[in-house]
């Protein structure tokens, strides 16, 4: 059975159980040989779940999985902050709640526009896997999640366009300076993922005037975030 530890003052204590080695994590039976995969206690009759050599309740084992998402490691949420949350949720539910009303609570959470856009995509993408597992749609929350994909991306394209401005404006000084005329090459990072523009753009070659006038990446690229870069090059080079 899920633990609950009391009620005081309308508030529910609780604390996920903590994984035994060798004894039962509901009842405390004593085994003489720790199981090594999913069993049910003589003792008690509750399902015990293995992992890495350590038995837990089905809940804990839940609230494990959950917290070694990807998503939600990368998110930094952590043990404490999940059995925080389920304390609150359950004092406001008047029972214990889910570990998906309770994940679901902390990403709603921690889901601001102060948030980076990058982890508000990660956000929406453990939202996703909450209503896969739910049989609910997903489409909304991976719309969200594209949706924050495509501003880091747009940010991200931004800060590159202007440091190639300024590398454009440098090497236009330094031909100058040289009395040389350095040419501009788009260069992919030549796998499946470059789009056809960028390809097309690799193949021709730009003076400078030209490439501060047309940008021709990241603004061209068709890709969300462009990966590409300028190489510079001297006429009898290409």
Request: proline content about 2%; aromatic content about 10%; hydrophobic content about 35%.
């Given at each position: 059975m899920k633990k609950l530890f009391g009620r005081k003052d309308n508030e529910y204590k609780f604390a996920t159980p903590k994984p035994t080695k060798d004894t039962c994590p509901y009842?405390?039976?004593?085994?003489?040989?720790?199981?090594?995969?999913?069993?049910?206690?003589p003792e008690c009759e509750n399902y015990i779940f293995v992992s890495s050599g350590k038995l837990y309740t089905e809940d804990a084992k839940s609230v494990k999985d959950w917290l070694e998402n990807f998503w939600v490691r990368q998110l930094g949420i952590t043990q404490k902050m999940f059995d925080k949350t389920r304390e609150?949720?359950?004092?406001?539910?008047?029972?214990?709640?889910?570990?998906?009303?309770?994940?679901w609570r902390i990403l709603n959470i921690i889901n601001t526009p102060k948030k980076s856009y990058y982890?508000?995509?990660?956000?929406y993408l453990a939202m996703a896997d909450i209503l896969k597992s739910e049989g609910k749609?997903?489409?909304?929350?991976?719309?969200q999640a594209h949706k924050m994909e495509l501003l880091e991306g747009k940010a991200e394209n931004e800060a590159s366009a202007k440091k190639f401005r300024e590398k454009l404006l440098e090497i236009k000084r330094l031909n100058k300076d040289l009395s040389v005329e350095m040419v501009v090459k788009v260069k992919t990072c030549n796998d499946e993922l470059v789009c056809d523009e960028c390809k097309k753009l690799s193949e021709m070659t730009f003076t400078i005037d030209e490439a501060l006038k047309n940008m021709p990446i990241p603004h061209n690229c068709t890709n969300a975030k462009c990966r590409c870069t300028l190489g510079f090059e001297l006429p009898d080079t290409h």
């Open positions: 009842c405390g039976f004593g085994f003489e040989k720790a199981p090594t995969r999913k069993k049910k206690c609150e949720l359950s004092g406001e539910f008047g029972f214990l709640a889910s570990v998906n009303d309770t994940s982890d508000r995509q990660l956000i749609s997903t489409d909304e929350v991976l719309a």
